[in-house]
Antibody, heavy 119, light 110 residues
């Protein structure tokens, strides 16, 4: 059975850093693009980043460029999001998602991990 | 501020047909496929439509997607109480070089 399990969410002060992880199982991880998506409290879904199967290409939403880095370890079936210089507006539930083939659809999602940026 | 605009809410009685619109531009919907997602708060979002018209296995054929120019629509026919959720359109945007979600529509079953 396909499974994506996020971890690493926490309460962090503004300006701080956090590293999110997503453990994948039940599918061929190295054959799929992967993504992070977030949802701030009371707000809609916001795409954060994509990474290609081999990690050679990465895409980010403008608001996190230069602060967040998406990466992956195909040997460990794991996806990561390194978040630096965190701001209050980064407070959100962060979801890991598997990208389907054909277009950029997010075909399978994890349950999310909560990041709170506050002093 | 999202570049894909949806109505904030939609509603219907059980069995009715509900349509949700998604308005974009030539750089997103006008030139790329559209996806639709269903999200119940506190759960993982679920893909309903990919490649503008196609349903993943397990998604009932009550859900259908369409597109015309720079706008897309999701239709839910034969509304069920379990369809009460938030719905989002999404598409790649060539100008932003990124993936964008719509503003979201809350569907209520009366």
């Amino acid at each position: 059975e396909e499974q994506l399990v996020e971890s690493g969410g926490a309460l962090v002060q503004p300006g701080g850093s956090l590293r999110l992880s997503c453990a994948a199982s039940g599918f061929n991880f190295r054959k799929h693009w992967m993504s992070w998506v977030r949802q701030a409290p009371g707000k809609g879904l916001e795409w954060v980043a994509f990474i290609r199967e081999d990690g050679s290409k990465k895409y980010y939403v403008d608001s996190v460029k230069g602060r967040f880095t998406i990466s992956r370890d195909n040997a460990k079936n794991s996806l990561f999001l390194q978040m630096n210089s965190l701001r209050a507006e980064d407070t959100a539930m962060y979801f890991c998602a598997r990208v389907g083939h054909g277009d950029y659809n997010l075909g399978y999602w994890g349950q999310g991990t909560l990041v709170t940026v506050s002093s | 501020q999202s570049v894909l605009t949806q109505p904030p809410s939609a509603s219907g009685t059980p069995g009715q047909r509900v349509t949700i619109s998604c308005s974009g531009s030539s750089s997103n919907i006008g030139s790329n496929a559209v996806n639709w997602y269903q999200h119940l708060p506190g759960t993982a979002p679920k893909l309903l439509i990919y490649n503008t018209y196609q349903r993943p296995s397990g998604v009932p054929d009550r859900f259908s997607g369409s597109k015309s120019g720079t706008s897309a629509s999701l239709a839910i026919s034969g509304l069920h109480s379990e369809d009460e959720a938030d719905y989002y359109c999404a598409s790649w945007d060539d100008s932003l070089n990124g993936y964008v979600f719509g503003t979201g529509t809350e569907v209520t079953v009366l």
